[in-house]
């Protein structure tokens, strides 16, 4: 018989557990009314879908521009952080911020106002959080952002930093990844400073779904397809365990994946909330 196991480590990090709390408390004081965000608090369709019933309105940063008047309105930023200039612009419309920043992206943007000479970001480019973070700085020729072990390759063959540098992770990027970046180009740019900026959270969870897709049969592994976090994790899972498979609801699970005494592991991202795990294990137990 099928055995189905939700991966108890599985589910909202930290920063995302405080924020959607924030969002819905703010929401159940005032019954009938709405708050914004900006930009989706959580990279998961399902949860986002539940947040809007209860009144939470996502506005993109380009929607900021046809505001003029935002007195009476508050808005919410959420774990990803924000440059400098957009809090100035949210205030200078009369916006009450609701600042949901994580503290741990909190302490990144810190230390790279902090940082000197050239600063490296490796990072998805366009994320939220890295935008964040490159907003830190005012003279973005001091900053480059890579997204991968072939973009450091580049980097080192065509336009290698002199003098000092520093290098900051995205807090949800792949640690082995990172690691060899940060080797490459220490190998190269000796005054190299190496900011271990990847959130332990995520950190540990690699080394704990690791482990979770070796001891079951079958992965389902549940994640929005925005979410980096969940594409980094569910890739892990198919490199571990070749019949993991990464679905955002039960709509997309098909019964051919699964054999009758098959043990059944359920996981998801950091941004995939524990109802919908629920929801994906009662319903492979049911097939
Ligand atoms: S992954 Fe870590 S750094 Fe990012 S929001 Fe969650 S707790 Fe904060």
Redesign the pocket.
């Known amino acids: 018989m099928k055995s189905v196991e939700i991966d108890s480590n599985a589910g909202f990090?930290?920063?995302?557990i405080r924020t959607i709390g924030t969002a819905e408390k703010y929401l159940a004081s005032r019954k009938g009314s709405h708050l914004y965000s900006l930009g989706e608090i959580v990279h998961n369709e399902s949860e986002i879908a539940r947040l809007s019933a209860l009144g939470l309105v996502a506005l993109d940063v380009e929607d900021l521009d046809e505001i003029s008047d935002a007195s009476g309105e508050a808005i919410l930023i959420r774990?990803?952080g924000q440059p400098p200039a957009t809090y100035e612009l949210l205030e200078k419309q009369g916006f009450e911020i609701i600042d949901c920043t994580?503290?741990?992206?909190l302490g990144i943007q810190k230390k790279i106002r902090e940082a000197e000479g050239r600063i490296i970001i490796f990072g998805k480019k366009g994320h939220p959080?890295v935008l964040g973070l490159v907003g830190q700085i005012d003279d973005l020729q001091r900053v480059r952002v890579i997204e991968s072990l072939d973009e450091a390759l580049d980097m080192v063959e065509n336009d290698l930093p002199s003098g000092a540098c520093e290098i900051f992770s995205q807090?949800?990027k792949s640690p082995v990844e990172y690691e060899k970046v940060c080797d490459l180009l220490l190998s190269r740019i000796p005054r190299l400073k190496i900011h271990k900026t990847i959130?332990?959270?995520?950190a540990n969870r690699y080394r704990e779904l690791e482990e979770f897709a070796l001891t079951h049969d079958v992965i389902i592994f549940v994640t929005g397809k925005s979410s980096s976090?969940g594409k980094v994790l569910s890739t892990l899972c198919k490199n571990t365990n070749i019949r993991s498979y990464t679905v955002g609801s039960v709509g997309e699970i098909q019964s051919a994946w699964f054999r009758p005494d098959d043990k059944v592991g359920i996981s998801g991202a950091?941004s995939t909330p524990r109802w919908l795990l629920e929801q994906v294990a009662a319903y492979v137990a049911g097939l």
């Open positions: 990090c930290g920063g995302v774990a990803h994580c503290p741990v992206v959080e807090t949800t959130c332990s959270q995520v976090n950091t």
